[in-house]
Structure formats: structure tokens, C-alpha cells
């Protein structure tokens, strides 16, 4: 039966032959959109190319679709949450919300969105999240003016964080250049990092999306920790407080994602050391897992039964993880089971919707050990000199093609990018080039930046 959750901006009628659900819809529209094959030539952590194991934006956004599945049908299994099994997201629909997280986000990772953020500093910023809610709302071809024209409950399942720009922003954190270099033009690359929120020009998207929903929830799902200066001076962006259930369920699968498959991607390129992990995941933060483990392969492997005490539980991970692959592959494996099987569903009764009462997390035993294997993987690989030095070049290389194009769009943007440029409102028309440059993968920036700025490159014969 149609709900108003199953509504599309555009009025759409399927053809008579076509049995698929508005679901299905929704998750075709995703795999065969532009955008997301556009995700295998991003940035998740390390450059596309350098190597053909690890993962990229496409290939993580589908191990996030995975295993929101396994958690939406591990819901399904529990008794507890009986009365909630008519609630929970179809397998069509909660693929849709893992799938499509990442459309946003421009190439060469979160530094080209610190990079775009800091070029459209004026003209009300940009957030990888936000550029996915534009994406599907506004630049995908399967209508004429909505987009992907996706379901109203697809889209509140991609609204992660349900502020606008304007209402999260603290100008004591406006993007701005580095002033301690003499010579050289760098942004302050922390001062130019944006809130997490959703860009204003999709202000009327959002209202038509939260539109079934009474004042009272309207208010309460979009209340916001408002911008805020901390007892040492350090001014902060402004903090949603709410995600949806079906938001809720992929946002763990996606930090179970980079948690344990982006830490596999470091341990099998030797990217982190077997001390640093114990340095960043010491025994404390494992204790729940280390319990579960023992308890575990007591039953089903008694043969491997990793000791008595959680300090030799502790020595058998380690051994594993920094072992042979195939050891590795099947304790990654374990990993994700663990995370997932303990997933539970918590709810808000204040909320009146069903698609906001209830709401996914992981029990706080169990979200230290997450985080810790997260701040693994942030402290070890993402803020290595190695990949912080990729990053910072990516920012340099975004920053100079947004301005060059910026500086004449009739000479340097594609004939259908410029049509769409000269349309556009006066204001609105650096949003333009910045969905340009955010929709293109690392290696099309290089080559357009290599094009617009190194003499011995380039071809007028080349596709733009």
C-alpha cells in the first residue's frame, strides 16, 4: 500500500510490466547512475591506481550496502523487535542508503571537500553529505528537475545531517589561507574543514522530504547543537543531534566498513605496524570482543581457543591480523560478524514517526572497540605524512582548477556545464562549477588540471 514515504518529487507511473517495487526502483536508479560509477575512481583513503587490492569509494560503498543488510536482517531475526519488523527498511531500499552515502564526495577524499568547502567559502559552502542529498535531488538525469527522483523515505535515508550550512556554520571557523608560509598560497587546512550538514540551495528539497512528518517531530529531528565556543577558546561548528532509521542503520555499516575492511587495506600493505595497533587498540578497548571471541570459538573451533586470559585473546588477534592472508581474511571476517550481530535498536518515544522513534547504535562496550580500530586507521594511515602529502597536493589541485574555471567559464568549462552555468541564477552559479569539479574522479581532475596548467600536456582532441 502507497504511503507518503514512497512519493517522488515528480510524478513517475511504472510501466505495466514492470513488477518491481518503488524500492527496487530506487536501488536501480542508484547502480545505473553516473555518479556512483564515477565512485570507483575516488579516493577512499588511497589514491586509485597505486595499487589493485585496496579499496576505492565504489568498492567500500558496496561492502556498506552489504553489511547494512546484515544488520537490517539481523534485526529481522530478533524476537525483541517484533513490533518493529514492519518498520525496518526493505533489502532494496536499505541497499539504497549504503550505496548511494558517498555520491558527495569529490575526488581526492575529505581534502578535495576541505578544498571545495574552502573555494565556495562565500557562497554557502559544501559538505560531501549535503552534495549527495544535491546529487539525487537535482543532478541526476532520470527526470526533469528531481534528479534520481528517489522515494521521499530513500532521501531522509541520505539526510545524515538534517541542518542547513547557514544554521551549523561558525564564521570563527571561516575557511581562510594558511598565514605562516611567506611565498606560498595554502589554506589553513583545519580552519577550512565544513560542518556536517546539508547545503542551503537544498532547503526546499529538505521541506518536501520531512513534509508527512507533525511540527513536533519536524522541530525535535532537526534541533541542532548550535555553533559554540569550548571552556579552552576553541570555537566548533554547530551538531545535529537525530538521524533516521534507516540513516542510523547504514551510518554503523559505513563505520564498521572503516573500521575493519579500510584497517584490512593498511595491515595487508604493511601500512601499520603491529605496534602501533597496540598503541591505538590496547587490551581495555578490546575487552567485550576478546570475551566474545573466547566465548565463540569455545563452541564452534575449540581446537583454536585463543588462551584463558583476554591478554592471550589479545596475542591470537594480533597474530591473525598481522599473519598470512588467508589467517587475516577470515579474522576481518569474524570482525564484521561481531559488529554486526550486536547491533541493536534503540527508541525514542518523544518521536511520533516510526522512521524516527526507532534508531540503530551499537552497545558502548562495543563501540569502544569500534572506535578504537577507527583511530587505527585515522592515526596510522590517514594522517601519515604519506597520505597527508597526497591529500594536501589534491587540495592544491582542486583550489587551482575551481579558480581557473571560476576566472572564465566560457573558455575552460564543458559547452553542457557552461549551459547549465549561463542558466543559473547569478548567486547559484559557483555552485555550478563546484558540482563539476566535486563529480569529477581523481584522475579527470589531474588530467584537467595538467591540461589548464602544464605546457607540454594535453590535446584539444581530448574529451572534456
Request: some cysteine; proline content about 6%; hydrophobic content about 35%.
Amino acid at each position: 500500500m502507497s504511503t507518503p514515504w514512497q512519493d517522488r518529487r515528480e510524478s513517475w507511473t511504472s510501466a505495466p510490466t514492470d513488477v518491481r517495487s518503488p524500492d527496487d526502483v530506487d536501488y536501480a536508479r542508484i547502480i545505473h547512475c553516473a555518479s556512483f560509477r564515477r565512485l570507483q575512481g575516488k579516493t577512499q583513503i588511497l589514491s586509485p591506481g597505486d595499487d589493485d587490492f585496496y579499496r576505492t569509494r565504489l568498492t567500500h560503498s558496496l561492502e556498506v550496502a552489504q553489511i547494512a543488510t546484515g544488520i537490517m536482517r539481523q534485526f529481522e531475526q530478533q524476537a525483541e523487535y517484533t513490533d518493529i519488523h514492519k518498520h525496518l527498511p526493505s533489502l532494496s531500499m536499505i541497499q539504497v542508503a549504503g550505496a548511494t552515502h558517498d555520491l558527495g564526495h569529490p575526488p581526492f577524499g575529505h581534502g578535495g571537500e576541505v578544498a571545495l568547502n574552502y573555494c565556495m567559502r562565500e557562497e554557502g559552502g559544501f559538505e560531501g553529505n549535503g552534495q549527495t542529498l544535491r546529487i539525487v535531488s537535482r543532478l541526476e538525469k532520470f527526470s526533469d528537475g528531481a534528479g534520481a527522483n528517489l522515494t521521499r523515505r530513500a532521501l531522509l535515508s541520505l539526510l545524515k545531517y538534517p541542518a542547513p550550512h547557514s544554521a551549523v556554520y561558525n564564521p570563527a571557523l571561516a575557511p581562510r589561507l594558511d598565514p605562516t608560509p611567506s611565498t606560498l598560497r595554502i589554506i589553513d587546512r583545519k580552519a577550512s574543514r565544513p560542518p556536517k550538514c546539508y547545503m542551503d540551495s537544498e532547503q526546499a528539497v529538505v521541506d518536501w522530504i520531512l513534509a508527512p512528518l507533525s511540527n513536533s517531530d519536524r522541530d525535535r529531528f532537526t534541533d541542532l547543537q548550535r555553533p559554540f565556543v569550548d571552556a579552552q577558546g576553541k570555537p566548533h561548528h554547530g551538531k545535529t543531534r537525530h538521524k533516521s532509521f534507516d540513516c542510523s542503520i547504514m551510518d554503523i555499516a559505513d563505520d564498521i566498513a572503516f573500521g575493519v575492511h579500510d584497517l584490512e587495506d593498511a595491515l595487508t600493505m604493511a601500512l601499520i605496524s603491529a605496534d602501533e595497533f597496540r598503541r591505538y587498540v590496547p587490551v581495555p578497548a578490546c575487552l567485550h570482543f576478546l570475551d566474545y571471541l573466547r566465548a565463540d570459538l569455545g563452541k564452534r573451533y575449540p581446537d583454536e581457543l585463543p588462551g584463558t586470559t583476554p591478554e592471550a585473546a589479545y596475542d591470537w588477534m594480533v597474530e591473525r591480523l598481522f599473519g598470512d592472508d588467508g589467517k587475516r581474511k577470515r579474522f576481518i571476517g569474524r570482525l564484521v560478524h561481531y559488529f554486526i550481530s550486536h547491533a541493536r535498536i534503540h527508541t525514542d518515544e518523544t518521536f511520533e514517526a516510526p522512521l524516527l522513534r526507532h534508531r540503530a547504535d551499537l552497545p558502548a562496550e562495543v563501540k569502544t572497540f569500534l572506535d578504537a580500530l577507527k583511530a587505527a586507521v585515522r592515526e596510522a594511515v590517514i594522517l601519515s605524512p604519506g597520505v597527508q602529502q597526497m591529500e594536501f597536493k589534491g587540495q592544491r589541485l582542486v583550489i587551482a582548477v575551481f579558480e581557473a574555471m571560476a576566472s572564465e567559464p566560457k573558455s575552460f568549462l564543458p559547452r553542457d556545464t557552461f549551459q547549465r552555468w549561463e542558466k543559473a541564477p547569478t548567486e547559484e552559479r559557483s555552485r555550478v562549477i563546484c558540482d563539476h569539479i566535486a563529480g569529477m574522479t581523481d584522475a579527470f581532475l589531474l588530467k584537467t588540471y595538467d591540461r589548464l596548467f602544464l605546457p607540454h600536456m594535453g590535446s584539444v582532441f581530448d574529451r572534456m
